[in-house]
């Protein structure tokens, strides 16, 4: 047997009360070599001061991971990989320690290092797996936080930086990036009532209505560091608000480890590691734990489409590019300086796939919003002519990519009950939400980019012009029913000096508010389930700053503390009305009654649901005038209650309306049966609900 420990200068096996001396081998330092027993046995290590110690040789164990393991991930097919790869607490043959093992096919060899070995790669390199690529190691006595990285020597001899564990569970505080071993077994999950009912909650049926969030900015604590919110503190406090502002889910901007705080998460190394910044994994999971028992599902933002270049990434990981496209023009994003995922090697895509996968069963997350799907799916995105490479059939789509979002979403499907995917996608790609097997590419919802910039094109115009564009706001409806929609209005509409809502509403203080409580009521009545980013629920003034948490003072003035009950009371009413998210995804649960009126910049449209479900009419006036007596078509005779008016007082507007409601009655108009005089303030949206004949 063969031992190494350059501290030592004398070495011995001992196994029981017998001891095998092992001899110094000539000019290797550290070197030891000998007869050792034929059973279990510890080094004994003498250093030149006489000290002694003693220690488990990782060498006498076996290894850990079987055929089975080499033959799926060969395969590309190992759906939990994380349960292979990473780095695993465990008792093995006896003793406890942590299994390692990584993927590194053209390393000439990998070692582990860290505090326990002083950050020696010569002492603990780890075995190679066959032709797999796979190398591994137990290390006993490494245990629950121990800091590592894996030190790669690459096929032409050249020692790489140090790397972070592609499928680490833990990380260091940035700006320190080693992978720490975490142990995420044994979680005493309390939502299981949640988990077997939640597919109702994620219906194309449900009430959908998202509260964007960025952990690190949501709200900050009220001391000299004024650090974020810790995942614990916001299972209390931001569980509690979103439940209480009637919100059904949080999306939370990636949580994946990452190096640097303005990408906003957007460029992960880690992503197999909750970020360490608002505390371990399993205070992850009390988050997710108390929004489920609060009502609320949670939505991830999950990034596969690029990686950043940090020395200490994925990028040339083992000294050629494996997890990216060796060929800049496909593995590299001029736009993000970040790297391309090569998806069509088995390898990546079922990383990839398995990630997802790891996300929605460890951290029973409910759901996945995929980043930029646009930039995976055109091997042109974003790039001039020669500057990309084209596919099979010289055309730009990136088949593997295609290919990749296919499987991913097949598989989460397939093996998680009632969970939820939505793409990030600014094109009119087809099929983005139909059925894999009906040649989509299998999500359950697309954000509606293109409402979102239509629509806020229009309001940013004075009310005066608005005519002259008022077909900004009903083309949307040409297409709405496409694809199974969600309106964004995300973290991206407030930041790049964009502004924020309120900035961005045209006119006098009161006036904005008046615009962005209109748009809101015309948001919540429009087909699609509803995303609002945090701060824009009240209207925050100044454009969202990463840095700092988002401006809750401005709640002491009445027209923010006004428009945020207005979104309170709109996320009541979208709930209670089935009418106004059952057939959201549907042709059949929507009717113009009125889409022409362009000098008066009026909108009318009837929302409906089953047919036992009553129909509500959203009525929409973006014109600085009051329109009193306006006649409008209605779909039933009798009582139309106001259930929801944005100029009421309580939300900071002028209280004119239709107090008590209107009766549908004589001669039809707009095509309807019956007709009503209603009034619509200035810059308001007026709901009205059918309460019977």
């Known amino acids: 047997m063969t ?48 000290s002694t110690w003693t220690c488990d040789d990782p060498y006498r164990f076996g290894p850990v991971l079987g055929e089975m393991d080499d033959y799926l991930i ?85 020692l790489l930086p140090l790397k972070s564990d592609p499928v680490g569970f833990g990380s260091e505080h940035p700006p320190e990036n080693a992978s720490v071993v975490r142990d995420i077994s044994g979680y005493g999950w309390k939502d299981g009532a949640w988990m077997e009912t939640r597919a109702g909650t994620n219906a194309r049926t449900a009430p959908i209505s998202v509260y964007e969030v960025h952990l690190g900015s949501w709200r900050r604590r009220e001391d000299e560091d ?64 108390a929004a489920h028992r609060n009502g609320l599902g949670v939505i991830l933002d999950w990034v596969p489409g690029h990686f950043p270049t940090d020395a200490h990434g994925l990028g040339r990981f083992d000294g050629t590019a494996l997890y990216e496209h060796a060929d800049p023009r496909e593995g590299f994003h001029q736009d993000w300086d970040t790297f391309i995922y090569n998806y069509g090697r088995t390898e990546v895509a079922n990383f990839l796939v398995s990630n997802a996968l790891y996300w929605l069963e460890e951290y029973h997350v409910d759901g996945l919003r995929v980043d930029a799907v646009a930039s995976m799916l055109y091997r042109d995105y974003s790039r001039e002519e020669g500057e990309w490479v084209p596919n099979a059939d010289g055309g ?28 990030e996608e600014s094109t009119s790609f087809p099929g983005v939400t139909r059925p894999v097997d009906a040649g989509g590419l299998g999500f359950g919802y697309k954000w509606n980019m293109g409402w979102m910039n239509d629509t806020l094109d229009y309001m940013a115009k004075d009310p005066v012009h608005r005519k002259h564009h ?82 809750w003072e401005c709640l002491e003035d009445e027209s ?44 009318a449209w009837a929302r409906y649901g089953s047919e036992a479900d009553a129909p509500v009419v959203v009525l929409c006036n973006f014109s600085a005038a009051e329109r009193s007596g306006w006649q409008v078509g209605l779909p039933r005779a009798g009582r139309w209650r106001e259930a929801l008016n944005t100029d009421a007082g309580i939300y900071g507007g002028a209280g004119r309306g239709n107090l008590g409601g209107v009766d549908a009655t004589g001669e039809g108009s707009h095509g309807q049966p019956v007709s009503a005089r209603v009034t619509l303030p200035p810059l308001s949206t007026v709901i009205l609900a059918w309460d019977g004949g």
């Not at 790869?85 to 003793?95: I, Y």
């Not at 070995?117 to 629950?144: C, K, Q, S, Y």
């Not at 919540?524 to 945090?534: I, S, T």
């Open 74 to 158: 060969s395969e590309g097919t190992h759906r939990r990989l994380w349960h292979a790869l990473g780095a695993h607490v465990m008792t093995h043959e006896g003793a406890d320690g942590t299994h390692f093992a990584v993927w590194a096919p053209a390393a000439r060899r990998v070692s582990v290092v860290g505090d326990f070995n002083d950050w020696d790669g010569r002492r603990h390199a780890m075995r190679p797996r066959g032709t797999t690529g796979i190398w591994e190691i137990f290390l006993p006595a490494v245990g629950e936080g121990a800091a590592y990285k894996y030190e790669i020597v690459g096929s032409d001899g050249t």
């Open 560 to 603: 923010p503390a006004g428009l945020r009950r207005l979104v309170r009371d709109l996320n009541t009413l979208y709930r209670a009305e089935p009418a106004l998210h059952v057939k959201d995804c549907e042709p059949e649960g929507f009717q113009w009654i009125e889409a022409n009126d362009a000098e008066m910049s009026c909108y």
């Open 226 to 289: 004024g650090r974020p919110l810790s995942y614990r503190e916001a299972a209390e406090e931001l569980v509690g608000y979103a439940a209480d502002m009637g919100f059904t889910h949080l999306e939370l901007m990636p949580v994946s480890e990452y190096p640097f705080e303005g990408s906003w998460g957007y460029q992960p190394v880690g992503l197999f590691a909750p970020t360490i910044r608002f505390g371990p994994p399993h205070e992850f999971r009390d988050l997710v734990d």
């Open 470 to 551: 008022h077909h900004k706001m009903t083309f949307g409806l040409h297409y709405a029913f496409s694809e199974n929609f969600v309106l964004p209005i995300s973290h991206d509409e407030v930041v790049h000096g964009k502004g924020s809502m309120w900035a961005r509403m045209p006119g006098t203080e009161w006036e904005k508010f008046a615009n962005l409580r209109a748009y809101y009521g015309f948001m919540w009545g429009h087909p699609g389930k509803k995303l609002l980013f945090m701060g824009q629920e009240f209207g925050q003034r100044g454009e969202w700053n990463h840095d700092a948490q988002i401006d």
């Open 396 to 423: 730009r789509e990136n088949y593997e990519a295609i290919a990749m979002l296919q499987r991913m979403n097949a598989t989460v499907y397939g093996e998680e009950d009632g969970v939820m995917t939505v793409a």
């Open 3 to 50: 031992a190494f420990d350059p501290g030592a200068a004398e070495m011995a096996a001992v196994a029981g009360k017998m001891r095998y001396p092992l001899a110094p081998v000539d000019g290797a330092r550290g070197v030891f070599s000998g007869r050792g027993p034929s059973g279990p046995y510890v080094l004994e290590g003498k250093a030149p001061d006489g």
